[in-house]
């Protein structure tokens, strides 16, 4: 058995930033640091960082309930304007890790919502990103999630659509098809904000998926990335299979004539795609390749 880790698996350069950026604060301050939610989905980066000095906490931070925090980490999806209007008036010092590509959807979107325009983003409307977004409009946007969300739409009024950046791109175009089909009478302008790695990823990942036997997704529970890429995978090779560590890995899904592929999302670490990949080679007493 040959087991191998993708070459483009690994963190996006949006998270990669945020996790660097709490890291050197807290060797640089000698200090634990809090994270505005969990800094990344992952629950194994997670507690690697945990044992660092990072902890993460909730909005009720932001609601002066008492809770002492001096300095706080944004993470890579963004926050809504009000976030950082509570914490200043609190005396609470912004670490800002939000991506630049989100920074870049939150400048357009706010800026054809001052034009005057309906502005619609496709996305989903619990994700973090996409309430961020939605804050930059005043919380005036609509989000587009289920095919019913588009009446919600005024048909004639010029409107401009953007995604958040993490959904696949045939999920977003479908979703611009509905749109442009309710505002058939009204001008309709696309940005496509999706995040470069992201869409790429699709393309790579199916690519990969076909040229091994089984494929081993490793990301976690909350990520919103993990779950269309895996569903990517599956689509392509029917022996695909999602873990969150190596002690989700079922030997019986292989056999020693296989080659194995393992990857994972824009959240998943390098060290655990490493870890995984050692687990099944040494278990199967077959071969981890770079």
């Known amino acids: 058995m040959r087991v191998f880790i993708d070459p483009r698996a690994g963190f996006c350069g949006g998270v990669r930033r945020v996790v660097k950026m709490a890291e050197r604060q807290m060797v640089e301050t000698g200090e634990p640091l809090v994270s505005l939610g969990d800094v990344i989905h992952n629950e194994a980066e997670i507690g690697r960082l945990k044992t660092l000095g990072l902890s993460g906490i909730g909005h009720e931070v932001l609601e002066g309930n008492g ?123 696309v940005e496509n904000t999706l995040c470069r790695f992201v869409v790429g990823r699709d393309r790579d990942l199916e690519t990969f998926a076909r040229d091994v036997n089984v494929v081993i997704m490793v990301g976690g529970t909350q990520s919103s990335n993990t779950r269309v890429l895996f569903d990517v995978c599956r689509k392509a090779n029917s022996r695909s299979y999602l873990v969150v560590t190596e002690a989700d890995i079922d030997m019986n899904w292989f056999k020693p004539e296989d080659t194995v592929g393992v990857t994972g999302s824009a959240s998943t670490p390098h060290w655990l795609l490493e870890r995984v990949r050692s687990s099944i080679a040494e278990k199967a007493g077959g071969k981890a390749e770079q």
Do not use: M
Request: glycine share 6%; proline share 5%.
């Open 67 to 189: 809770s002492v925090v001096h300095r706080l980490l944004i993470r890579a999806h963004g926050e809504p304007p009000e976030t950082y209007c509570k914490a200043e008036k609190l005396g609470i010092e912004i670490i800002d890790g939000t991506c630049p590509v989100v920074t870049r959807s939150q400048e357009i979107a706010r800026a054809h919502y001052l034009a005057g325009e309906q502005v619609a983003i496709v996305g989903k409307p619990y994700h973090p990103e996409t309430i961020g977004i939605r804050g930059h409009c005043d919380n005036h946007a609509l989000i587009i999630f289920e095919q019913a969300d588009v009446e919600q739409l005024n048909p004639s009024v010029r409107t401009f659509v953007l995604a958040q950046t993490t959904v696949a791109r045939d999920w977003f175009q479908e979703r611009i098809n509905w749109i442009k089909a309710r505002c058939a009478n009204a001008e309709v302008q």
